[in-house]
């Protein structure tokens, strides 16, 4: 089955500062995904990638895939309390079933 | 904009009894699924449905659960004869297929129901 592997496990930042949040798959991935969860809440999609050394922006959120399409990096520039949740990745190796990360937990202080 | 639904967003239930979790996906999406995230663990994979059969399962989806689509709006999730075990917030998924076996389509969550048995 799909391992995904996502560090640092949780993650306390001051508001502006920059971070990045990583995301290593036992497996080639045919698409990588990140979503957000509020505690409590459902996921909310922020970007799907899928083509090796892929990258993608929204706002100040950017994430990456690697060339061998094993890792991914979720990079959020100048964060803000809005920016707090539960980051998971997600995959799979078909499109049927999904895996997901173990989640890193955010916390911005103002 | 379309998004999916669940209800309930609580469910309390005794141990032993039947629980239908309902969802209605986005209107035109062909792919539903169901996922599972206990307290304080990952979300984990139950069930995808396509073409009104199930396309994949995982283990921990097992003959306590069924999948529905009753109606042509409606995706339910039974867990009969509940236990304390599958108390755990459920969440349901619902794309559009890009097409081919190894599709990667996003996949919209809902916002969850979370059951609690006791």
């Known amino acids: 089955s799909q391992e995904l592997e996502q560090s640092p496990q949780s993650l306390i930042v001051q508001e502006g500062k920059n971070l990045t949040i990583n995301c290593t798959s036992s497996?080639?991935?045919?698409?990588l995904y990140w979503y957000k969860q509020k505690y409590g809440e459902g996921l909310i999609f922020l970007m799907m990638?899928?083509?090796?050394?892929e990258e993608k922006s929204h706002e100040k959120i950017t994430a990456k895939l690697d060339e061998k399409k094993q890792q991914s990096s979720l990079h959020i520039t100048a964060s803000q309390p809005s920016h707090a949740g539960i980051y998971l990745c997600g995959a799979g190796p078909t499109g049927n079933q999904f895996y997901f990360g173990t989640g890193t937990s955010l916390t911005v202080i103002p | 904009e379309p998004e999916v639904t669940q209800t309930p967003s609580h469910q309390v239930t005794q141990m032993g009894q039947e629980v239908i979790l309902r969802c209605v996906p986005i209107?035109?999406?062909?792919?539903f699924y169901w996922y599972r995230q206990i307290l304080g663990q990952k979300v984990e994979f139950l069930v995808s449905f396509y073409n009104n059969e199930i396309s994949e399962k995982s283990e921990i989806f097992d003959d306590q659960f069924s999948v529905e689509r009753p109606d042509g709006s409606n995706f339910t999730l039974k867990i009969r004869s509940t236990k304390l075990e599958d108390s755990a917030m459920y969440f349901c998924?619902?794309?559009?297929?890009?097409?081919?076996?190894?599709?990667?389509?996003?996949?919209?969550f809902g916002p969850g129901t979370r059951l609690t048995v006791l």
């Open positions: 990638l899928q083509k090796g050394g």
């Open positions: 209107s035109n999406h062909l792919y």
């Open positions: 497996k080639t991935l045919y698409g």
């Open positions: 998924a619902s794309s559009v297929p890009s097409g081919g076996p190894k599709s990667t389509d996003t996949q919209y």
